[in-house]
């Protein structure tokens, strides 16, 4: 192609690339927001659709209670009739306890009853609920069902309330009664068969097509539909304006092209020579219009790139040898500070400069040292051997204020009025780092840090850490193309403190419970055993306490999983509130727990006992109830105490005991403890043990140092995981 043929179809590109991306962005606009719309309507009809089938499901259910109260068998088929002719139900059904009908009201709806809360099918004569009839013993006695008829005119009601036309169907394909139009009703099916879940589909004429059921609680199986509200002729009208556009861009293009060939031809040849390697072409400067201007330029890009080649050239080899360690390092180890050192390392290097240093924002909101380069003789104070001796306040000097504002400051350097703890140096550059979406996940005052009440003044800045270079070499000071370099880095540095922070995150989630906050069931299988063996290294006793909460089930079944989950964490704050600093609290699953007490004979372990019931036991626990009033579930716990080792003779054998133990605490009527009874005597071998482990005579085995009184203050420690079933004993 030549270049006016060249010059022709970039100017057309350029000028009808928009037109054409206009015209399909208007009309895929249009037709977007028109799906929108007609989805938005969709939904709240089908909200609507929801909310009058439980309407009237609660009134059905409403009327069968009313007949099923009646506690006289011969009066309950005149409460029936009642219900009935108080219009709540069309027809109610009475049944014994064999499912035989005993009473039916006259006039009920034929077909097919179906049940509110039953397994939905066809066809659909009529809704219904069913109440169960029993006796003062709780034996079955029958049932009760009220219902109500599905048919034209309770879907004309449906189409009137949501203001769409509601169809319902019998089996797939096949329509029981439709508020459709009688032309539009096969569209209408096929789009229904295509929908899928609560998603929305189209037909050919532009209506938008919705299922609704059948479900649990609507077992109805419903489609509805509206018109869209695309104007008509729309793609006509945007056809006819691109070709229009396209008409007066081809001749202006055929103008253009013909008086700018000659001079754009020159230059077309001379960007070849240079292509090819030739830095040596220059353009002749036959005007001084624009195009003048553009070979001007052209020649002096030529000469100045000829330079620039070599030394990017041999910068970006370097940059790429210390990129390659640099990402070697953050795919190898977590350790952060070997990581910062490489970070360092490399931005001194490709920068050029003499000294530099890597600081972190500390909790209270002072930048610190976390790796230094090249600062002896620059320290603020006397110990140049610590990174930690320099530490700048976040808003103070140009470290403070490079954290504060998140923006990179570069220049010379002028000694401030008052110390800030910043090294001195001839020139400087500072780069800002943060997390990857720190500043959308922790608010946009304070990306840094995430926002909280009581912050120390000057924590709240807008960067996670600083990167700084001190004095370049080779030239008076750092320039742009440093910053961007610099930036690079701290993007890294920044990438590695969150992979740190995200480990040790991981490693913490992993072995915590998110609901109690207690540890986890895994922890407790490395604790028991690490235990175990510090008591035996040390001559001491571990004390263990299985703790469960007495008729759990009852809380859940009567209030509610919510309910239960309360009575967990409420359970879970006080077993720390009684525990000392030391001891361990986990939660074993559902509403089991297990706390270790560390160097504890069976007397502090049974004291513990005491306290945990009597803390458990003396007030209920406060959690919302079906009503919104606060409900007060009265708790009790039951614990099985073991001692290691006169219990057990190692950790999963002490557990056990102490399981076993808790069982005869439920056996002997809940709400208690019970300690494990000794085991029964083996051949063993005399050995010398630790004068302190000997048992009294009161058979209470007792741990006899001064150091490990059985207090019973502090807490446990805690933290997120999953929570467990429940087995609800």
Not at 202 to 228: A, C, E, H, K, N
Not at 303 to 311: I, K, L, N
Not at 456 to 478: I, K, M
């Amino acid at each position: 192609m030549t270049l006016r043929g060249r010059l022709t179809a970039a100017f057309l590109a350029v000028v009808l690339g928009p037109v054409l991306l206009g015209a399909l962005f208007v009309g895929a606009t249009l037709s977007a927001v028109d799906r929108s719309r007609a989805t938005e309507r969709l939904g709240l009809a089908a909200a609507g659709v929801r909310t009058s089938i439980d309407a009237l499901c609660q009134q059905l259910r409403a009327a069968a209670d009313a007949v099923a109260l009646v506690a006289d068998p011969v009066a309950r088929p005149r409460a029936a009739d009642q219900v009935v002719g108080r219009g709540l139900a069309a027809g109610v059904l009475i049944a014994d306890a064999a499912g035989r009908t005993s009473y039916a009201t006259a006039g009920g709806p034929p077909g097919r009853w179906q049940d509110c809360a039953g397994a939905p099918a066809t066809p659909i004569g009529a809704l219904s609920a069913q109440v169960r009839l029993r006796d003062p013993a709780g034996a079955d006695l029958g049932a009760v069902a009220a219902a109500q008829p599905v048919d034209r005119a309770f879907v004309a009601r449906l189409a009137a309330v949501t203001g769409v036309a509601v169809t319902l169907l019998d089996a797939p394909g096949q329509i029981t009664h439709t508020t459709e139009e009688q032309g539009v009703r096969a569209a209408v099916l096929a789009a229904a068969g295509k929908a899928r879940g609560n998603g929305v589909a189209g037909t050919g004429d532009g209506r938008y097509v919705r299922r609704v059921g059948p479900m649990p609680g609507q077992p109805l199986p419903l489609v509805l539909s509206i018109p869209g509200e695309r104007p008509p002729g729309l793609y006509g009208a945007l056809i006819a304006a691109v070709a229009l556009a396209a008409l007066l861009a081809v001749l202006t293009a055929w103008r253009l092209a013909r008086v700018t060939t000659r001079p754009l031809g020159e230059l077309a040849g001379a960007v070849d020579r240079v292509a090819q390697g030739d830095l040596s072409a220059r353009v002749p400067v036959r005007s001084r219009d624009e195009i003048g201007r553009l070979a001007s330029a052209f020649n002096r890009m030529a000469r100045e790139t000829g330079s620039y080649v070599a030394a990017l050239t041999s910068s970006r080899d370097q940059l790429r040898n210390h990129l390659a360690v640099l990402g070697d390092t953050l795919a190898s180890t977590h350790d952060l500070q070997r990581i910062l050192r490489v970070i360092l390392d490399s931005a001194i290097a490709a920068t050029g400069a003499r000294a530099g240093a890597v600081l972190l924002v500390d909790a209270e909101g002072v930048l610190v040292g976390r790796c230094v380069e090249g600062l002896t003789g620059r320290w603020p104070t006397s110990d140049p051997a610590d990174p930690a001796t320099l530490r700048v306040a976040v808003g103070a000097g140009v470290l403070g204020a490079v954290a504060a504002t998140g923006e990179p400051l570069r220049g010379r350097w002028t000694p401030p009025d008052a110390p800030t703890g910043e090294p001195s140096c001839e020139t400087y550059v500072a780069v800002p780092f943060a997390t990857p979406g720190g500043a959308e996940s922790r608010g946009p005052d304070r990306p840094g840090h995430p926002p909280a009440d009581g912050d120390p003044p000057g924590s709240a800045c807008a960067a996670l850490g600083v990167l700084v270079l001190y004095d370049r070499l080779g030239g008076p000071e750092f320039h742009d193309d440093d910053v961007v370099t610099l930036r690079t880095f701290a993007g890294h540095a920044a990438v590695a403190v969150e992979n740190v922070r995200v480990h040790e995150e991981a490693q913490r989630l992993s072995l915590t419970d998110p609901l109690t906050g207690l540890w986890n069931y895994r922890y407790l299988r490395e604790s028991i055993r690490r235990e175990v063996e510090r008591a035996n290294r040390f001559g001491r006793m571990l004390s263990v306490l299985a703790l469960d909460l007495d008729r759990f089930k009852r809380v859940n079944d009567t209030w509610g999983h919510a309910a239960g989950d309360a009575v967990l964490v409420e359970f879970a704050r006080r077993v720390r509130g009684v525990i000392r600093e030391v001891d361990l609290a986990f939660r074993q699953g559902g509403e089991e727990f297990v706390v270790l007490l560390p160097e504890t004979d069976a007397r502090g372990a049974t004291i513990v006992a005491e306290r945990l019931g009597a803390v458990v036991r003396d007030q209920p626990v406060t959690v919302e109830g079906s009503t919104d009033e606060p409900v007060h579930v009265p708790v009790t716990v039951s614990i099985g105490i073991a001692v290691y080792p006169d219990h057990a003779v190692d950790g999963q054998q002490v557990l056990d005991a102490a399981d076993d133990a808790l069982y005869a605490a439920k056996a002997a009527g809940r709400d208690g403890y019970r300690l494990a009874p000794a085991p029964d005597p083996v051949p063993t071998q005399e050995i010398p043990v630790v004068a302190v482990t000997v048992s009294p005579p009161d058979g209470l085995p007792q741990a006899g140092t001064a150091d490990a009184p059985g207090t019973v203050q502090g807490g446990a420690s805690s933290g997120p995981h999953p929570p467990r079933q429940s087995r609800g004993r």
